[in-house]
């Protein structure tokens, strides 16, 4: 009986200490041990370098309409955004100044070429007299008629007329090109203006950009009118002296159009080899391709180019490359720690980095968490598809928990 009695005890007691243990203390976390990180094999691939530069749309066919100087404007009949056909009066000019240079213009050029056909005539007639009477006078002095003083003043007679001739012409060939070149600048500028200053369109398209407004002065320093031809467009860019050797007709370029939600591959059409005057830099045109639509004359275009072009290479995400000075470096993982290694960079471009030493392909490199690490750290490798184990990642250590049992249940 008192066996018993003493195995009761024994019994209650250690289910006291139980209850005391499940309902007085909670249980502690226990932590992870290391730096929670993502990493990625190391691998061989194609990178090349991105250069971006700021471009402007064009259509492929357009027609720009510029006017000689200063005029008021009488009438309009397009707006922009118009449909014109080629032929149709866009709009009426008071010109009477400028058509009245232009014809004083021409008359002068007219005027230049036919006093230059004159004198011409006049002056070959007169080479051509002085010629005869060498000849003559050579035949003369054969047969004992004239002397040989009168052959030699004949031959310099015929030498003067030739350089006096040749004089005179080359000085009314450069009134004939001075006159010239004034008619061309007023042509050109009044090319598409008629006899009464309508401004007639050289073209059909839409009418892309129409300054003239009825009752007001239309400047000559900016286009009057620029008419769209058709759909085909066109992006041109300016590069600079260190990328256009870099490009080639045919080479393609990205290109994004943010104002047509527009993002397309194009291909180099020209390259020009003379750098603008002033600007110093060399233009680029690139096609459009026939199935991008939305673009219009003037909207900004980002087009990147892609060059020196590196075949298997090791590349690495750009975001995986800590910086300290000049250094650049990244962490591996071997075994269950972290390791620090020196690298050097060449190509960066899309996201990625060339990597010419430091790596090899097949080592672990560290993705993210990297900027907790030091040298020697440990490290647990985790997916980036859970959240608790994101947040250790992004170097938050978030330690596991033991659930504490519920009473009685011990």
């Known amino acids: 009986m008192r066996h018993q009695r003493m195995k009761a005890l024994l019994l209650a007691a250690t289910a006291a200490l139980t209850l005391t243990a499940c309902g007085g203390e909670e249980a502690q976390p226990q932590e992870t041990a290391g730096v929670a990180v993502q990493v990625e094999s190391v691998s061989a691939g194609t990178i090349s370098a991105e250069n971006t530069v700021s471009g402007q749309v064009s259509a492929e066919n357009s027609s720009t309409i510029l006017i000689a100087s200063a005029a008021k404007c009488t009438a309009v009949y397009f707006q922009a955004g118009d449909l014109v056909k080629a032929g149709d009066v866009l709009c009426t000019l008071e010109l009477g100044s400028s058509l009245a240079s232009y014809n004083a213009a021409r008359i002068s050029y007219n005027s230049a070429v036919q006093s230059y056909q004159d004198q011409k005539s006049i002056l070959d007639k007169q080479v051509q007299l002085a010629q005869d009477n060498v000849t003559n006078t050579q035949a003369l002095f054969e047969i004992g008629a004239a002397s040989q003083l009168e052959v030699d003043q004949a031959e310099v007679n015929y030498q003067t007329a030739v350089a006096s001739r040749n004089s005179t012409l080359a000085q009314l060939e450069a009134g004939i090109q001075n006159a010239k070149s004034g008619l061309d600048q007023l042509d050109t500028a009044l090319e598409n203006v008629d006899a009464s200053g309508n401004v007639i369109a050289p073209i059909s398209g839409t009418l892309a950009t129409m300054n003239a407004v009825e009752g007001s002065m239309i400047s000559n320093s900016a286009p009057l009118a620029v008419i769209n031809g058709g759909d085909q467009m066109k992006v041109t860019v300016s590069v600079s002296e260190a990328l256009v050797p870099k ?89 269950d720690a972290a390791r620090y290694v020196e690298i050097t960079t060449g190509l960066t471009g899309n996201g990625v980095t060339e990597v010419l030493s430091g790596l090899s392909e097949g080592q672990q490199l560290v993705t993210v968490g990297q900027a907790y690490l030091s040298d020697g750290d440990l490290v647990r490798i985790v997916s980036p598809g859970n959240d608790s184990e994101s947040s250790d990642a992004a170097g938050e250590e978030m330690p596991d928990t033991i659930t504490p049992a519920p009473a009685g249940e011990a």
Do not use: C, W
């Not at 020009?272 to 680029?284: F, I, P, S």
């Open 247 to 335: 490009l080639a007709i045919g080479d393609e370029a990205d290109v994004s159009v943010s104002a047509a939600g527009a993002a397309f591959t194009a291909v180099i059409r020209s390259v020009e080899r003379t750098a603008n005057l002033q600007t110093k830099l060399y233009t680029v045109t690139l096609a459009v391709p026939a199935e991008v639509s939305g673009l219009l004359s003037g909207m900004f275009a980002d087009v990147t180019f892609h060059t020196d072009v590196s075949e298997n290479a090791v590349v690495v995400p750009s975001e995986a490359i800590l910086t300290s000075a000049d250094t650049q470096y990244v962490f591996v993982v071997e075994g």
